[in-house]
C-alpha cells in the first residue's frame, strides 16, 4: 500500500529527470560503498573491545573468528592496529561521501538545468496564447522554482536508494551477530514507521498546496508589478498590499506545516530506537551474545537511526514534492498541446500572392468562429488593407499570416504552397509587425534595433535608424546607441518607442509587412513623422495594413471589409465607393463625424 505509489512516482521522477544512465549506479554505489565502510568500522568495535580484556563469561561466536583472523598480529599492537583500521575506514567512509556529494551537487545543477531549457523551449515553441490562459506567472514559478524542486526530487530519490541499501546492510551485519535481536528490532522498527506514516500522510496534499499557493502568489507578484503605476494611480496601495499579504502568508503557513512534517520522523525514530536499545539491553541478557559483540550490536542499531530518520524524510519530502514534479511533467508533456506543423520548405521572397481559401478559425477558449470561411488574396508587392468594426476578426488573420496558430478549417497558401510545408521560422522570417504595442527590451537601443538581424555591424544599425527617422533623436540622449531603454522601453516616449521598432523592422527587411495602424496616441507631428518614414519604406513592399486612416484605405490597392469573421466586401478604393456598399457608409458615417478621420474607431 505504500510502496506502490512511491514506486510509481520515483518511476515518473527518473523519467522526468532523465540524468545521465551513470549518475544512479555511481551516487548509489558510493553510497553503499560509504554504509559498507561504516558499518564494517562499526563492526571492528567486537575485536577492538575483546582486544582491551573485556571478555564475556560467555565469549559469544565472534571471539573465535576475530581471535583467528588477527592471530598474526602481535598481541601487544593489536589494540594500536585495530584502532588504525577503524580511522582509516572512517577516514575512507568520509573521502567516498565527499565524492558522493560532489556527484549528486553536479547532477541536481545539470538536471535542473535541463529542465529548465525544456521548459523554457515548449513555452516559445507551442502556439499557446499565455497571456489569454493568463499562465505567464506560472511559468515563471515553473521555470524559477519547479525545475528546482524536480532535481531535489531526484537527489532524494537517490538518498532514498542509499537509505534503503544502508539499511540493508546494516540489518545484514546486525542478522550476522544475532539473528533473534534483529528479528526484535526490526518488528519494533516497522511499527515506528508506520505510527509515523499515520502521521504525516498529508504531506502528499499539502506539497501540491504549496505548488498552486505558490503560483497564485507568483500572480500576485507579477501583476502588482506590472501594474505599479495603475495601482499608485487610483491609490489602491492598502487593497493591493492586503492582497499580497494574504497569498504571501498562506505560502508562509503552508510550507511551515510542510516542513513540520518533514521534521516528524526525527524525534519519533530517535525516541523509539533509543526505548528499543533500552529494551534490548536487557533482551540480551537472556541472549548468547557476548558484551563485545552486543555492544556492535547496539552501535549499529544506534547508527541505523540515520538511514532510518532519512528514509521516512526522504518519502515524506517526495510526497512534499509531488506536486511540484506534477507540474513540470504536465508542463512538459506534449500530447494534448497544439504545436504547429513543422514543415520543411524554405520559404521564398512572395512572387504572387498569399491567398486565404475558406479560412475559418476558433479560439480554443471561444464560444464561437471569429473568422468564418474567409476567402481573400493579398498580392504581392501591393497593399492591402483591412478594414471593419472591432471584434471582426482583423487582428486573428495577422495571426493566422504570422502562423501563430493554424486554421480550424480551410487553407493558407504562399505562392501555391500551404503555409504549413514551409519551414516555420523561415516564413516568420518574411514577415514583420509593426502596431502601436511596441515591445522593447531592457537593453540597449542598439541591442533593440539589432534584434531584427543579430548580425548586423553598427553602420547597418545606424542607416536602419536613419531610414526610420529615429538617428537624430538617439544621438542626441546621454549615451547616444548605447542607452539603455528601460523595462518595455519606458524611458523613451511613445513615438521614439515606434520608430526603434521601426528601425528593429528595417533591419529585418521583411518582403511582407504588416501593420496595425493605432497611431492615435501619438501626437500630430510624431505621428506624421513616424508615418512618412513607414510609407516610405512600405513602398513596392507587399503591405496589409489594419486600416484606421483615411489616407491609407484610399492609398491602398485593395480594401477587405470584415464584419462579425466574414469578408463582406473587396475591392479597390474606386470599386468599393463606387459600389455605395457596406465600406462606403462606413467611411460616409465616419468621415462626416469626425476631423481626424478613422475607419475602425
Ligand atoms: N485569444 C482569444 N481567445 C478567444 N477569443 C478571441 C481571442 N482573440 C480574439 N478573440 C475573439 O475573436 C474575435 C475577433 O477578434 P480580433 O481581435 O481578430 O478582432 P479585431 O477585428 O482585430 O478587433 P479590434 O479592431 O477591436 O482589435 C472577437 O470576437 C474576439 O473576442
Known amino acids: 500500500m505504500l510502496v506502490v505509489p512511491l514506486f510509481t512516482r520515483l518511476r515518473r521522477l527518473l523519467h522526468l529527470a532523465a540524468a545521465p544512465a551513470w549518475a544512479g549506479p555511481t551516487i548509489v554505489g558510493l553510497g553503499l560503498a560509504a554504509a559498507v565502510l561504516e558499518g564494517a568500522g562499526l563492526f571492528l568495535f567486537i ?20 581471535s583467528q583472523l588477527l592471530a598474526s598480529i602481535p598481541e601487544h599492537y593489536l589494540t594500536a592496529f585495530l584502532v588504525g583500521v577503524l580511522c582509516l ?11 558522493n556529494t560532489w556527484v549528486t551537487r553536479y547532477i541536481d545543477g545539470l538536471v535542473a538545468h535541463r529542465l529548465r531549457a525544456s521548459v523554457f523551449d515548449q513555452t516559445i515553441s507551442s502556439c499557446i496564447d499565455y497571456r489569454v490562459e493568463n499562465k505567464r506567472s506560472d511559468i515563471i514559478t515553473t521555470i524559477a522554482n519547479n525545475t528546482w524542486k524536480v532535481s531535489q526530487g531526484l537527489s532524494l530519490a537517490y538518498r532514498l536508494m542509499i537509505c534503503c541499501c544502508t539499511f540493508v546492510v546494516f540489518v545484514l551485519l546486525m542478522l550476522l551477530i544475532s539473528v533473534r535481536l534483529t528479528f526484535f528490532s526490526m518488528m519494533f522498527l516497522l511499527f515506528g514507521a508506520l505510527a509515523i506514516r499515520l502521521a504525516t500522510r498529508r504531506a502528499d496534499e499539502t506539497g501540491k498546496a504549496v505548488v498552486e499557493e505558490n503560483k497564485q502568489f507568483g500572480l500576485r507578484m507579477w501583476e502588482s508589478i506590472n501594474a505599479l503605476q495603475l495601482i499608485r494611480a487610483f491609490a489602491q496601495e492598502d487593497y493591493e498590499r492586503s492582497r499580497f499579504l494574504q497569498t ?18 526525527g524525534p519519533v525514530s530517535e525516541i523509539s530506537i533509543t526505548v528499543l536499545i533500552g529494551a534490548l539491553v536487557l533482551l540480551a541478557q537472556s541472549a548468547d551474545i557476548g558484551i563485545a559483540a552486543l555492544a556492535a550490536f547496539l552501535s549499529l542499531l544506534y547508527r541505523l537511526q540515520g538511514p532510518t530518520r532519512e528514509l521516512m524524510q526522504s ?33 521564398a521572397p512572395l512572387r504572387k500572392a498569399v491567398e486565404f481559401r475558406s479560412v475559418s478559425f476558433r479560439y480554443d477558449s471561444g464560444e464561437r468562429l471569429a473568422l468564418q470561411d474567409v476567402s481573400l488574396s493579398i498580392p504581392a508587392g501591393k497593399t492591402t488593407a ?65 534584434y531584427g538581424d543579430l548580425e548586423a555591424g553598427d553602420a547597418e544599425i545606424r542607416q536602419a535608424a536613419q531610414i526610420a527617422k529615429a538617428d537624430d533623436f538617439i544621438r542626441l540622449l546621454p549615451d547616444g546607441y548605447e542607452t539603455r531603454v528601460g523595462d518595455q522601453g519606458m524611458r523613451l516616449s511613445g513615438g521614439q518607442r515606434q520608430r526603434i521598432a521601426l528601425a528593429r523592422t528595417i533591419l529585418r527587411n521583411p518582403d511582407i509587412l504588416l501593420l496595425d495602424e493605432a497611431t492615435n496616441a501619438l501626437d500630430v507631428e510624431t505621428e506624421q513623422a513616424f508615418q512618412l518614414a513607414l510609407d516610405e519604406y512600405s513602398h513596392n513592399r507587399t503591405v496589409v495594413v489594419i486600416a484606421h486612416r483615411l489616407s491609407t484605405v484610399e492609398a491602398a490597392d485593395q480594401i477587405i471589409v470584415m464584419a462579425k469573421g466574414r469578408v463582406i466586401e473587396a475591392g479597390s478604393p474606386d470599386e468599393l465607393f463606387e459600389r455605395q456598399g457596406h465600406f462606403s457608409r462606413l467611411h460616409g458615417f465616419q468621415h462626416g463625424g469626425a476631423a481626424r478621420v478613422e475607419i475602425n474607431r
Do not use: C, Y
Open 315 to 347: 518519502k515524506i519530502a517526495l510526497d512534499g514534492l509531488a506536486g511540484s514534479i506534477d507540474d513540470v511533467d504536465d508542463f512538459l508533456r506534449r500530447t494534448e498541446k497544439p504545436f504547429l506543423a513543422q514543415g520543411i520548405l524554405p520559404a
Open 248 to 265: 504571501s502568508d498562506t505560502v508562509r503557513r503552508r510550507l511551515l506545516k510542510l516542513d513540520m512534517l518533514w521534521a516528524t520522523p
Open 89 to 99: 575506514s572512517i577516514l575512507l567512509k568520509n573521502a567516498v561521501h565527499l565524492i
Open 47 to 66: 575485536p577492538l573491545i575483546q582486544s582491551l580484556g573485556a571478555l564475556a563469561p560467555q565469549p559469544g561466536r565472534w571471539q573465535p573468528i576475530f
Open 386 to 450: 483591412i478594414v471593419g468594426e472591432s471584434g471582426a476578426g482583423k487582428s486573428t488573420i495577422m495571426a493566422l499570416l504570422f502562423r501563430f496558430m493554424d486554421p480550424t478549417s480551410g487553407e493558407i497558401l504562399a505562392d501555391g504552397a500551404p503555409l504549413s510545408e514551409f519551414d516555420l521560422r523561415s516564413w516568420r522570417r518574411r514577415l514583420s509587425l509593426m502596431s502601436q504595442e511596441v515591445h522593447l527590451f531592457n537593453d540597449t537601443i542598439a541591442a533593440n534595433i539589432a
